[in-house]
């Protein structure tokens, strides 16, 4: 099994920071892409920032130049540091991570539980 395992969330006031962790965890023989999504209530679930396994990145226009997205491969977490943060990026942040347990089988996608970040104005 393989477990993707998300830290940092809280409650923060506008023009704060925090930093989100996601950990993932059991048979794994490699990772490729580690994502950030966030949902907000009555919005569809939605792309805050991407990174490939060689590090290559992309962020939603709304949070480029506020976020920033990095890994350990050595590891197997992603961070997202999130700073400047406004009311309406108060969300439930997922982690997602696009996982191959063994060499040679096709990789299968797996998401986090969630964690709550609320940005106060």
């Known amino acids: 099994q393989v477990h993707l395992v998300e830290s940092g969330g809280g409650l923060v006031q506008a023009g704060g920071s925090l930093r989100l962790s996601c950990a993932a965890s059991?048979?794994?023989?490699?990772?490729?892409?580690m994502d950030w999504y966030r949902q907000a209530p009555g919005k569809q679930r939605e792309l805050v920032a991407a990174?490939?396994?060689?590090?290559?990145?992309n962020y939603a226009d709304s949070v480029k130049g506020r976020f920033t997205i990095s890994r350990d491969n050595a590891k197997n977490t992603v961070y997202l540091q999130m700073n400047s943060l406004k009311p309406e990026d108060t969300a439930v942040y997922y982690c997602?991570?696009?996982?191959?347990?063994?060499?040679?089988?096709?990789?299968?996608?797996?998401w986090g539980q969630g964690t709550q970040v609320t940005v106060s104005s």
């Open positions: 990174i490939t396994s060689v590090g290559t990145t």
């Open positions: 997602y991570a696009d996982i191959k347990r063994v060499a040679g089988i096709r990789s299968t996608p797996y």
């Open positions: 059991g048979r794994i023989f490699s990772i490729n892409d």
